[in-house]
T-cell receptor, first 108, second 110 residues
Framework: KNEVEQSPQNLTAQEGEFITINCSYS?????LHWLQQHPGGGIVSLFM???GKKKHGRLIATINIQEKHSSLHITASHPRDSAVYIC??????????FGTGTSLTVIP | NAGVTQTPKFRILKIGQSMTLQCTQD?????MYWYRQDPGMGLKLIYY???????DKGEVPNGYNVSRSTTEDFPLRLELAAPSQTSVYFC?????????FGEGSRLTVL
């Protein structure tokens, strides 16, 4: 069993739709990270959070420590949001565990 | 501020050849990591370092070696390349929080 599970694996949305990507984890964590990877590209950190909620532009990340669950929301999705979104957790021993990613395609 | 720089971006190796993937960061980060990314799999940790002179194995270290002689540099050495080492390799660094990744190195072993 993977320490980090993401859903869905693949997601197709129409431009303008509200998108939610979910992440569940099974280890005790110090922090949770949301990462973005464009096709053939590098990996960029979007958020790091250990409690509550963070917002950056049209992106919102939330975490529920008790339920060991995090969500990444994208409001008013745009084709440039098409990418793979990766959830990663850093455990209390400073080791990282990564989900397999959610591939998002936003259609104009 | 360049962040994390990896070279080369692409490389094709023949079975049995050796090579070094270079990774340099200019943020004075103590923690550095090497990951490999295979299709449909999450990033797998190869080696990591918590500071100059200190390295340790990750989940999939076989066939690789690292060194950390300076804070800035963390090269990954592939000895006797095998087809199973065909992958995309990412170097990353951090201090207390956010992870910073290089652009990745796509390696094919034929």
């Amino acid at each position: 069993k993977n320490e980090v599970e993401q859903s869905p694996q693949n997601l197709t949305a129409q431009e303008g739709e509200f998108i939610t990507i979910n992440c569940s984890y099974s280890v005790g964590i110090s922090a949770l990270h949301w990462l973005q990877q464009h096709p053939g590209g590098g990996i960029v950190s979007l958020f790091m959070l250990s409690s509550g909620k963070k917002k950056h532009g049209r992106l919102i990340a939330t975490i529920n420590i008790q339920e060991k669950h995090s969500s990444l929301h994208i409001t008013a999705s745009h084709p440039r949001d098409s990418a793979v979104y990766i959830c990663a957790v850093r455990d209390t021993g400073n080791q990282f565990y990564f989900g397999t990613g959610t591939s998002l395609t936003v259609i104009p | 501020n360049a962040g994390v720089t990896q070279t080369p971006k692409f490389r094709i190796l023949k079975i049995g050849q050796s090579m070094t993937l270079q990774c340099t960061q200019d943020m004075n980060h103590n923690y550095m990591y090497w990951y490999r990314q295979d299709p449909g799999m999450g990033l797998k940790l190869i080696y990591y370092s918590v500071g100059a002179g200190i390295t340790d194995k990750g989940e999939v270290p076989n066939g690789y070696n690292v060194s950390r002689s300076t804070t800035e540099d963390f090269p990954l050495r592939l000895e006797l390349a095998a087809p199973s080492q065909t992958s995309v390799y990412f170097c990353a660094s951090r201090e207390t929080g956010e992870l910073f990744f290089g652009e990745g190195s796509r390696l094919t072993v034929l």
